[in-house]
């Protein structure tokens, strides 16, 4: 008996095809790593921020220990 198993195989070598999804899987790359860019600039403005009132906070206690009451 013959095996025709091999004439079920689909290829798909379409080239347009590859290069669209080439092109889809290339911007997401590039849209998950500007995310990840403005996710690490958001926590660096906000650790800013956080140490800068608390900075400020530890200043005003500081001046306020000289008040005379």
Do not use: C
């Not at 025709?4 to 790593?33: F, Q, S």
């Amino acid at each position: 008996m013959k095996d025709h198993r091999h004439e079920y195989i689909y290829d798909n070598t379409d080239p347009k095809a590859n290069e669209g999804l080439g092109t889809v899987m290339g911007a997401i790359i590039v849209l998950v790593g500007f995310l990840a860019l403005l996710q690490g600039l958001l926590d660096t403005v906000s650790a800013w921020y956080r140490d800068t009132i608390v900075w400020l906070s530890d200043i005003a206690t500081y001046l306020a220990g000289f008040l005379p009451f």
